[in-house]
């Protein structure tokens, strides 16, 4: 499964800049109106970035995600959430360069002032279903000015033209001057979230309208944009906004309430719900989803007979690209990436359609397993090749396949070593003939089994003996 943030490495260097200087009322405004809206995550990676950009200076130097990510105290996948929804609100914008080596640029975009934040239909709906309307209507009063009563006095302020005087001469130099001015800090506007009208039908929504009171010049664009809003935060078809708008026009001049209008939509959904609108952003249910998913992966993997080791080597083939993953191997041996390696690994990636986990394993196969100092592209392709064939499409099945050949390697290695044993010891072996005796021989060569004499016998045998041994003695005389 591929995530939105993968591509993003702690390696990966940035740097931060700001096209407007945040003041301390800059600092209220995001801190009160819009850290509801975006979270403390988002909130604090922003405050982090323009930490790292100097007073005297409006870019940050070069730095590390990994080191962002430390004073932040997260990982790749929460940095990318908060760094998103700083984007989709307006606060940062992300650029990418290639060239000569890859490095993000984060550029922290002014808030917007609190008058134009009450002011726009979007932002004011998004804190007002955060904080609820007591705490709206606190919030827009903390940053309303109060206005003095100056019906008695007197305006004595004197003009411009009261106080200063200048030289024609000088002026126009000036404006030659300003002519070759470069980009000024300040020179860019706040930026606002845009939604776009995507499935309303304003069309047959006005023939809705035709035979009501509603006067159709009531329905301005700044109303058509309020109306995208409610559309699009809560869902609101064709037909329910006709009978909203009804409710927040005034009968007699059939005009409409744009504020009462979003007051009515919201309050109709919390009563349909039984909850307040609760906005998601997408990358948290990608979190979600993708969490859930490796939680649903690893209990089969583990079920596989996988051990733990082996599954968070099979995390590491996913998270890693094959030439980081060769980098990381080639360093820890103490060797460097040739340029026919990493030709090999695209070419396996875009014509063979490998994927890059499996051709992760592979890689460690080759050069951790069988110890081979580099990728062989004969070696490797016949490799590549039968996994192919077998369908091998997984790390987890490209690891049981290694382990598969590992073995027979094994195997095959203890069998030559086993037949080396033997003919190394052939000529110190003495082989002792055995001869293949006859059967009379057999015969012969049996053990001859006593009997015992009876009596009778042993007298006579004793009795030869005395005449023996008397034959003796007289043959000595």
Not at 29 to 36: A, N
Not at 412 to 437: D, F, I, P, Q
Not at 447 to 468: F, G
Request: with cysteine; net charge neutral; glycine share 4%.
């Amino acid at each position: 499964m591929s995530y939105p943030w993968q591509n993003i490495s702690p390696k990966d260097p940035f740097r931060a800049s700001q096209t407007n200087l945040i003041s301390d009322v800059d600092r209220k405004i995001l801190t009160q109106l819009y850290q509801p809206i975006i979270g403390p995550q988002a909130f604090s990676l922003y405050l982090t970035l323009l930490a790292e950009i100097p007073q005297e200076s409006y870019w940050s130097k070069d730095l590390l995600h990994a080191e962002l990510l430390a004073l932040s105290n997260i990982g790749i996948p929460e940095f990318y959430q908060a760094r998103v929804k700083l984007e989709g609100i307006g606060l940062l914008k992300t650029f990418l360069v290639n060239e000569p080596e890859k490095q993000y640029l984060y550029e922290l975009q002014q808030p917007l002032s609190s008058h134009a934040f009450f002011s726009d239909d979007l932002m004011g709906l998004l804190l007002y279903e955060k904080v609820g309307e007591r705490k709206y209507r606190e919030l827009q009063q903390r940053f309303s000015r109060q206005v003095r009563d100056v019906k008695n006095a007197e305006n004595i302020t004197k003009s411009f033209l009261d106080v200063f005087s200048f030289s024609e001469t000088a002026f126009t130099e000036q404006a030659r001057m300003r002519q070759n001015d470069n980009a000024l800090l300040g020179d860019d506007a706040a930026t606002l979230p845009v939604i776009e009208n995507d499935g309303f039908d304003f069309a047959f929504f006005r023939q809705l309208l035709n035979k009501q009171f509603v006067k159709r010049e009531s329905i301005t664009k700044e109303l058509e944009h309020t109306i995208t809003i409610l559309y699009t935060l809560y869902g609101c078809d064709e037909l329910q906004m006709a009978q909203f708008i009804l409710e927040a026009a005034d009968i007699e001049s059939g005009k409409v309430d744009g504020e009462a209008l979003k007051k009515i939509v919201s309050d109709a959904y919390e009563q349909r719900h039984s909850t307040r609108l609760e906005v998601k952003d997408k990358v948290t249910q990608s979190i979600q989803l993708a969490k859930d998913t490796e939680k649903g992966r690893e209990q089969k993997l583990v079920q596989a007979r996988f051990s733990s080791e082996e599954i968070a080597f099979i995390k590491a083939c996913e998270q890693l690209t094959p030439h980081q993953f060769l980098t990381s191997i080639k360093k820890q041996k103490g060797g460097i990436v040739t340029a026919s390696e990493t030709q090999l690994l695209r070419t396996l990636m875009e014509k063979a359609d490998f994927k890059p986990s499996v051709l992760n394993v592979l890689t460690h196969y080759v050069l951790v397993i069988l110890n081979n100092p580099h990728l062989s592209k004969a070696y490797v392709e016949a490799i590549a090749n039968d996994w192919l064939q077998d369908g091998v499409d997984s790390p987890e099945k490209a690891l049981a396949k290694a382990k598969q050949f590992a073995g027979e390697m094994k195997a095959k290695a203890e069998k030559r070593a086993a037949s080396r044993t033997t003919a190394k010891n052939y000529g110190k072996t003495v082989a002792r003939k055995k001869e293949n005796l006859p059967d009379w021989a057999k015969e012969e060569r049996k053990p001859v089994v006593e009997t015992p004499l009876t009596p009778e016998a042993q007298q006579k045998l004793n009795e030869r003996i005395k005449k023996l041994k008397s034959s003796g003695k007289a043959g000595d005389e």
